[in-house]
């Protein structure tokens, strides 16, 4: 069988190991850090067309066991007045729901099913080098050992090096103009608020959001415009100086935010919201990129996971049905790059608005006809597209 390498083995790389082992390939993913991949702690939402791209992997039924369901939105004034309420996603079967879960818990059970299905893991692989020669590449890595195969997917997040090895001279990520505040709290949930819903708030000094689960823990981020924080600054800052400097942001405004951060106490965390340009090389030779190696967005849209498993999908096909050939590499850009620069550029608008609207319901292929808002289902054509039985459409007809 063909041989493949998939550096990275978080979200991304976890999900393509799974689709290319499904289209006939051997694959071995390579992982930097020693036990599993890195995480912050902070959650995501998994959108319905993440869990579409999941189940042509066959995947989709360990992570519904994950965190909460979420099937609908609320989004809020700064004065605590609902402006719009609207489903979420595909809300009629359990394997289509938008999900809140952290990002630790969709890594590990994505490599357990790497793992269940005898697809090799190794950890503490820090990759240095890639060498292309006749007939396949050859990665180096920090502990002098090295591999080959025929390809090499390169998974490895927002700082990828198999990035910065296919183009030196592509700008890295960027910093999108808004910090990030993620926490968690058992101490205190908004009256009546259903498990099932995310609550966006339009703050007067920050963009908020939150959801409740089952157990009674509220998750909620913050988005805050300013300057990046500093290297040295997130390390050395705890979580309850970066409570105290939330809240004069949230207290002005008559919604649950303030009462939220207040009720949280050592889980909460800060990251520099970054993205990468749009137009950089995707692919060079017999390497090529997927997820945020290839499109990171700022986190505004909540799609980062969802299209990083949508590439899987899309990548595995163009493989089993030319081989691993530029041909190949060239399709899966081709149908992926607008969707994923589309969702950079909502994204991108998003931070620059400081609102939670247009919500992050799965973005289409293209905009709906009648409205300005992202439709709340998957679309037909994206449908067809990771449809594992259905081929790719042929050059020309991408849509």
Known sequence: MTEIMVIGGGVAGAAAALGLH??????????????????????????????????QLDAAAPVAELGFPLTEMSVLDEAGRELAAMPLGEADHPLTRYRCLRRAELGAALRREV???G??????????????????????????????????VGADGL???VRALLDPDQP?????????????????????????RITMLRGSGAAFGYACSPSGETFWFARVPGPPVAADELARTTPAQWREHLLPLLHPDRTPAADIVAATAERLMVTNAQHLRPGGRWHRGRTVLIGDAAHAASPATG????????????LAKALREAGPSTDALTRY????????????????????N????????????RPPRDSARPASRTDEELLRLLDWQTPLPAPGQEG
């Open 115 to 117: 793992g269940r299905r």
């Open 159 to 161: 700082n990828s090096t």
């Open 303 to 314: 799609q980062g996971a969802s299209m990083a498993l949508e590439d899987a999908v899309v």
């Open 172 to 196: 890295g990520p960027e910093y999108a103009g808004q910090r990030v505040c993620y926490g968690y709290t058992t101490d205190y949930a908004p009256l009546g608020e259903a498990s099932h």
């Open 354 to 365: 400081r609102t939670n609207t247009p919500p992050p319901p799965t973005p289409t292929t």
């Open 22 to 55: 499904k289209a006939g390939f051997d694959v071995t993913v390579y992982e930097a850090h020693p036990d599993t991949g890195a995480d912050i702690g902070a959650f995501l939402t998994l959108a319905s067309n993440g869990m579409r791209a999941l189940a």
């Open 119 to 152: 697809i090799p893991i190794r950890h503490g692989a820090r990759l240095t080098g890639l060498v292309e020669s006749a007939g396949g590449v050859t990665a180096t890595f920090a502990d002098g050992s090295s591999a080959r195969a025929e390809l090499a």
């Open 333 to 352: 850009e081709l149908l992926r790059r607008p969707r994923a620069e589309q969702n950079i550029a909502t994204s991108a608008q998003l931070t620059a």
